[in-house]
């Protein structure tokens, strides 16, 4: 196997100066691309220097540090707003902060002149952080991406930047230029009382209507028939309806009577009553819409949705419709005369949280516009590596990291001052997986009598506890690890792409079961949502089960970017805690003097119940076994370790 991956990973070699994506780079010995996905570049350097000293007058309690790895500024990430509208396989749409592996949605394939929409399924999902743009389009449509990424327009695929000529030449978007697909997709309806009643009214009507009964519509009117509903039925009519339960009353008589066959809408079988209530919803939102004369029984009509693609899909956005087979939109052919012409591309100035998919057929649809997406998780799988939040960029990886770092330690000069390493980036990120760089430079670092410590989040580090507990006996060792909360699913969300929480713990428990010592940085802890007793004293149990010989609490730290996201994303899954993180936070990155201090108070305690050392301090200092020395008394910087 790793024969076989090595002959891979050689033939992906970049040899044209032309295809390199950092060209000019100091020490480039070659870069190597991943299959299938143009401009993820890996570029290996023969450093000159690996030990690099922390700026004179930092509070951290060391003076040098060891980085194998670094990213580029030159990203390479295919990433998009977290709030981004993907239309799904069964016609409904998701946000692609919300979408998970296995979900079903729209791709596309060329058949002839044309590409088709196609259902495909998304095989990995994950975010990054990176300089965000907005593209506007003429039919209003906004889109949030990174500078990277690509969408289909009638002249093929255009990254969101670029330049004419240099380093960053490629195709880009300029204004004028017209994406493809139908156009920005509706919000969908409001779970309401007057959608609900709506949907009930248009499912049993009253006028002898009604098609056969659908396991999707059973489960909703289920749903729908609790509460006051349940003891009003027969639903009434309202003497004047709401723009929500004229959605409803659409959606439930298009679930009973409706259908989509041929690329046409239609309402059928309505009667007087049904009939007048449809005309008038659909003239109330602006559906172009036509009565069918044909022969219906009983003097009933037949109402015909026109406009193509682009209406019915806003048809069945805005109405939210139970039956899925009926909003179907396979082999549909790609073309629109939506007015899709770019107007601006606008650099926001801020760093954000931005997602990516990668789907079997390469591409998505974001809010109307077909998608580029990054094979980068798919491929890097066999390599060990990961498009997430460790790899959203391109990589330098110091090959020659070990070599020349024991040069360094070799020198006369040197004192044999402490070496900390991943509290900028993780060297035990899965690229590690690949490289192996780490046990020559564990190997320098005791040779020289170099005490050294490690942070990392992530598992790999499993492969060295041999090692490790080897060079402990030769020199001072200190190992920390990450652990935010026990809670799978919150953490997912919170840190993707990184090993579970038990996964983590496990980690714990075997580097102390190697007879390492292991510090737990619980970080980030959420007001509201992770700090309670109950949920820190849980956590704080497992650890100290685990084995942990120190561990420090850290509150949530909101870094410009990702506060504005973090916002967003706390309103729409849990509004009611705005208001206390506007207390808490405000204008400001860390949480107020007052929330610190009452989490001291609170943690104190429960750190000395689990036997560690704790202070009812609003300030936290570095846990016992994260540094190769005695406890100290130092501050611990947030701000300063990237990791956490």
């Known amino acids: 196997m790793c024969s076989t991956n090595a002959v891979r990973w050689d033939g992906q070699r970049v040899e044209s100066a032309d295809e390199q994506a950092l060209p000019g780079l100091p020490g480039l010995v070659r870069s190597v691309r991943t299959p ?151 919000a969908p309806p409001k779970d309401t009382a007057d959608y609900r009643r709506g949907y009930l009214c248009g499912i049993a009507r009253g006028d002898g209507g009604g098609g056969a009964p659908d396991a999707e519509i059973h489960a909703r009117v289920r749903e729908y028939l609790t509460g006051d509903l349940a003891q009003s039925l027969p ?54 819409h036509a009565v069918e004369e044909r022969r219906v029984p009983e003097g009933r009509c037949c109402v015909r949705v026109d406009g193509g693609l682009a209406e019915h899909l806003r048809l069945f956005h805005t109405i939210g419709p139970a039956v899925s087979a009926k909003r179907t939109i396979d082999d549909a052919a790609i073309k629109s005369a939506a007015r899709l012409g770019v107007v601006e591309v606008q650099a926001l100035g801020i760093d954000l949280p931005l997602f990516d998919i990668t789907t079997g057929t390469g591409d998505f649809i974001a809010d109307g516009v077909v998608s580029h997406n990054c094979f980068a998780r798919k491929t890097h799988t066999y390599l060990d590596l990961d498009a997430g939040h460790d790899f959203d960029s391109q990589i330098v990886v110091k090959v020659n990291a070990a070599e020349v770092l ?28 690949r490289y192996g760089l780490m046990p020559a430079i564990i190997g320098a670092l005791a040779d020289s009598g170099t ?31 990450s652990i935010a909360l026990l809670d799978r699913e919150l953490q997912r969300g919170l840190e993707p792409g990184t090993a579970s929480p038990r996964a983590r713990l496990e980690l714990v428990r075997r580097i102390t079961d190697a007879g390492l010592p292991c510090a737990v940085f619980v970080a980030p ?14 956590l704080l149990a497992e650890i100290a089960a685990a084995g942990a010989t120190g561990v420090t609490v850290l509150p949530l730290h909101l870094r410009p970017g990702a506060k504005e996201w973090f916002a967003k994303w706390l309103a729409r899954d849990h509004p009611g805690l705005v208001p206390l993180y506007r207390r808490i936070y405000g204008t400001r990155s860390t949480a107020d003097l007052a929330y610190r201090r009452a989490l001291g108070v609170r943690v104190g305690p429960l750190l000395r119940a ?35």
């Open 36 to 186: 299938e996905f143009a401009g993820m570049v890996f570029h290996e350097v023969l450093a000159k220097s690996v030990l690099n000293r922390v700026p004179d007058g930092s509070p951290m309690p060391f003076q040098w540090t060891v980085n194998p790895y670094r990213g580029c500024s030159h990203a390479c990430s295919y990433c998009l707003h977290g709030d981004t509208p993907i239309l799904m396989a069964d016609g409904s749409t998701k946000p692609i902060s919300a979408l998970r592996i296995g979900d079903r949605v729209y791709g596309t394939r060329r058949r002839g002149s044309y590409r088709h929409y196609v259902p495909t399924e998304v095989r990995d999902h994950w975010s990054t952080v990176k300089p965000a743009y907005r593209v506007t389009l003429e039919d209003g449509t906004s889109l949030i991406a990174s500078g990277d990424h690509r969408f289909l327009t009638e002249r093929g695929w255009k990254h969101v930047t670029g330049t004419v000529a240099g380093p960053g030449r490629r195709p880009h978007l300029t204004v004028g230029n017209k994406l493809m697909g139908t156009g920005r997709f509706a």
């Open 235 to 288: 639903v009434p009519w309202p003497h004047t309806p709401t723009d929500e339960w004229r959605k409803g009353v659409l959606a439930g008589v298009f679930d009973s009577d409706g259908t989509f066959a041929n690329r046409i809408v239609r309402f059928r079988n309505l009667g007087a009553k049904a009939a007048t209530a449809v005309l008038e919803a659909l003239t109330r939102f602006g559906f172009q």
């Open 610 to 644: 689990h036997g560690f050392a704790g202070r009812d301090s609003a300030e936290p200092s570095w846990p016992r076994g994260s540094l190769p020395s005695s406890p100290t008394e130092a501050p611990l910087v947030r701000e300063q370790l990237t990791l956490l």
């Open 525 to 538: 802890v959420l007001p509201g949502l992770t700090d309670t007793r109950e949920q820190l004293d849980a």
């Open 406 to 433: 024991a040069n360094q330690l070799s020198a006369p000069r040197w004192a044999r001052e402490h070496v900390a390493m991943g509290t900028n980036t993780d060297p035990y990120q899965r690229a590690e997986g």
């Open 451 to 481: 005490p050294f410590s490690i942070l990392t989040k992530g598992t790999v580090l499993f492969r060295d506890l041999p090692l490790l507990s080897a060079v402990s006996a030769d020199v001072p060792v200190g190992i920390g690890v």
